[in-house]
T-cell receptor, first 116, second 111 residues
Framework: GAVVSQHPSRVICKSGTSVKIECRSLDFQATTMFWYRQFPKQSLMLMATSNEGSKATYEQGVEKDKFLINHASLTLSTLTVTSAHPEDSSFYIC????????????FGEGSRLTVL | GENVEQHPSTLSVQEGDSAVIKCTYSDSASNYFPWYKQELGKRPQLIIDIRSNVGEKKDQRIAVTLNKTAKHFSLHITETQPEDSAVYFCAASSPGNQFYFGTGTSLTVIP
């Protein structure tokens, strides 16, 4: 199947700093990528849909200025958690839909963010 | 929008027994139904999927059934093994749209 790579896999930062997470589709072009947040033992909560060359579409309740998303190319989307606080600590996962594989959704490895 | 419900939330079976997880969806436009397996701290992995033009699909010990009329689909795992223990998510999607996920089922296979 298609490969989606996410980096970093783990990051620890101080409260008030910003953290950037990258999501790359390695062997296909993704005009759309999705960013999820997952709490322990819970389902995937869609945060936003990242669209190449345009603004991201955020889900209700997700702060646009808090979670900045940039989809500058067909293979890269970034999520920046700005002015991070301990409550932002979570597992963040990106995914991309491979239209060449009949629209299957492939996930990145996930990024474990811990804000001290 | 689409609403996907998944049951049960937890499931324990003896090794060798079968496990069944059920999902329902609300949007008749949904036509793609994947199942993902997620081990602790890892990414969800696609294990099987079904499209609305078929009623059943099987891959070795794993099968999925779809009832479009009733808007429900199920995952069946036969001859379960300890390595099947994980969290399983169902999802529903339509062309060009996002995926809507169920709440997950934590499966434990007891040796």
């Amino acid at each position: 199947g298609a490969v989606v790579s996410q980096h970093p896999s783990r990051v620890i930062c101080k409260s008030g700093t910003s953290v950037k997470i990258e999501c790359r589709s390695l062997d296909f072009q993704a005009t759309t990528m999705f960013w999820y947040r997952q709490f322990p033992k819970q389902s995937l909560m869609l945060m936003a849909t990242s669209n190449e060359g345009s603004k991201a579409t955020y889900e209700q309740g997700v702060e646009k200025d808090k979670f900045l998303i940039n989809h500058a190319s067909l293979t890269l989307s970034t999520l920046t958690v700005t002015s991070a606080h301990p409550e932002d600590s979570s597992f963040y996962i990106c995914s991309a839909r491979d239209q060449g594989s009949a629209g299957e959704l492939f996930f990145g490895e996930g990024s474990r963010l811990t804000v001290l | 929008g689409e609403n996907v419900e998944q049951h049960p939330s937890t499931l324990s079976v003896q090794e060798g027994d079968s496990a069944v997880i059920k999902c329902t969806y609300s949007d008749s436009a949904s036509n793609y139904f994947p199942w993902y397996k997620q081990e602790l701290g890892k990414r969800p992995q696609l294990i099987i999927d079904i499209r609305s033009n078929v009623g059943e699909k099987k891959d070795q010990r794993i099968a999925v059934t779809l009832n479009k009329t009733a808007k429900h689909f199920s995952l069946h795992i036969t001859e379960t093994q300890p390595e099947d223990s994980a969290v399983y998510f169902c999802a529903a999607s339509s062309p060009g749209n996002q995926f809507y996920f169920g709440t997950g089922t934590s499966l434990t296979v007891i040796p």
